[in-house]
Nanobody
Framework: QVQLVESGGGLVQAGGSLRLSCAASGSIFSINAMSWYRQAPGKQRELVATIIGSGSTNYADSVKGRFTISRDHAKNTLYLQMNSLKPEDTAVYCC????????????????WGQGTQVTVSS
């Protein structure tokens, strides 16, 4: 069993900051890429940021320069530091991990967390 649990969401005023965390636990053998996605009401899910095992990162144009993705390998935890938040950043934020388990160490699958709500007021 593998679990991804997000935390750190909440209500913040425009211009403020939040730090999201995503803790991966269970029978994990190896984690490759980890990502943050978001979905606002009535909109499609959007890839926000990705970090690959080597540390390489990619960001959506809408968050470049404001959000920073990072990862603690020892803790299997993913972070998203969100600064200069805007009302349009309001969404449910979910993390995902491309990982393999101890049962099937050579097979990578994508796992998802349940999500955490971020609301930015104007």
């Amino acid at each position: 069993q593998v679990q991804l649990v997000e935390s750190g969401g909440g209500l913040v005023q425009a211009g403020g900051s939040l730090r999201l965390s995503c803790a991966a636990s269970g029978s994990i053998f190896s984690i490759n890429a980890m990502s943050w996605y978001r979905q606002a009401p009535g909109k499609q899910r959007e890839l926000v940021a990705t970090i690959i095992g080597s540390g390489s990162t990619n960001y959506a144009d809408s968050v470049k320069g404001r959000f920073t993705i990072s990862r603690d390998h020892a803790k299997n935890t993913l972070y998203l530091q969100m600064n200069s938040l805007k009302p349009e950043d309001t969404a449910v934020y979910c993390c995902s991990a491309d990982l393999s388990t101890v049962i099937a160490p050579m097979i990578y699958q994508k796992y998802w967390g349940q999500g955490t709500q971020v609301t930015v007021s104007s």
